[in-house]
């Protein structure tokens, strides 16, 4: 996922302002209108007219909230103390506002008591201007309910947003990372194989010089047309890792022989692009390039337990020099090659705990890896 397309599930999945400002005094309508309604039944026509008032009072505090968003809005980076003060501040003078309006409007449908009768005196004797003030502590706090509704909401998206931030830089540094251990293998690869390359053009066998270079080239191509952070099915990987091994088969010939043992089952599996090649390039390296001939690499891939085992074999000559463990495999990479650490480390970028890593002495001679992976199916 990039991040315009995070941004965008964000931005997606927060309501309009206008949308939540129109349903929130809706449910302010309503709710006084049941609570009227239940609280004076015996009133013949008062439960259905009450709904007139509360309707022209929902209007007039949405629209006497609505340019708040704007003052809000540029609150955002100031102190504390002056958010606060601001926020009381513009809330009291709502509601002075807001308060008699109500009022008259409630004098209006059941008392049919204007403005204009208020001015020329025509009320009730009992009448005091302060009435139209009644209930003002109460529109205060109605204002703030929605201010901070207003502020909570904003900020818990805000927090949703930073959080998408912040998985995206984790995410885009793991990719880095990804990238950075996958073509670590192709120059230590390519390295090897250009000094062999090397090695026949100056014996004069140009034919194989240029059957291996032609190779090189297709072993390369489909190493840069993988996406490093992508995985691979089992099987392309296996096309892969036999590219390779052609190259490599023509170095060594007869002194180096393959065998694969793969369940059907598992080829269809995902597994990080040139996963095994580095795996087998080491145990040329250090077991059939230290033999003279009969040299034998077994790999086999099988499924137990919803698990991808993947095994890497060689009947090269034992050597006190193999690292038993992960730890001692990154103190010592330099006996274990560059290859095997580089396994190691991408499989912990890509897995974390969820896999298991070991190389071992085989119990006559060699040297056996097993990768333990979830067994993940393509999409």
Known sequence: MSFRQAFGEVGETKPSFWKLHLLGWSFYVLIFTIEYAAFNSSAANANYLILFPLLFSGLVGGLLTWPLRYIYGHLSK?????????????????????????????????????????????????????????????????????????????????????????????????????????YQINPHFLFNTLNAISTLVLRGDKTTANGMLARLATFLRFSLDNDPEQKIRLNDEIKALMLYLDIEKTRFAERLNVKFNIDVAAENLLVPGLLLQPLVENAIKFAIAQMETGGVIEVSAKIHNNLLHLTVADNGPNSDSIPSSKEQLRKESQQGGVGLKNVVERLQVLYAENHQFSIHKSTLTGCVVNIVLPAELPA
């Open 78 to 182: 100031g102190a504390p103390l002056q958010v606060l003060i601001v926020i009381i501040t513009v809330c009291m003078l709502i509601a002075a506002i807001w308060t008699p309006i109500k009022n008259l409007l409630l004098m209006y449908f059941f008392d049919n008591i204007t403005v204009y009768d208020l001015y020329r005196g025509n009320h009730p004797n009992d009448f005091h201007i302060g009435e139209l003030f009644l209930t003002i502590t109460y529109s205060f706090f109605m204002i703030m309910v929605w201010s901070c509704l207003y502020f909570g909401i904003n900020y818990h998206f805000k927090l949703l947003y930073e959080k998408q931030l912040h998985l995206e830089a984790i995410r885009l540094s793991h990719v880095a990372q990804i990238k950075m251990l996958r």
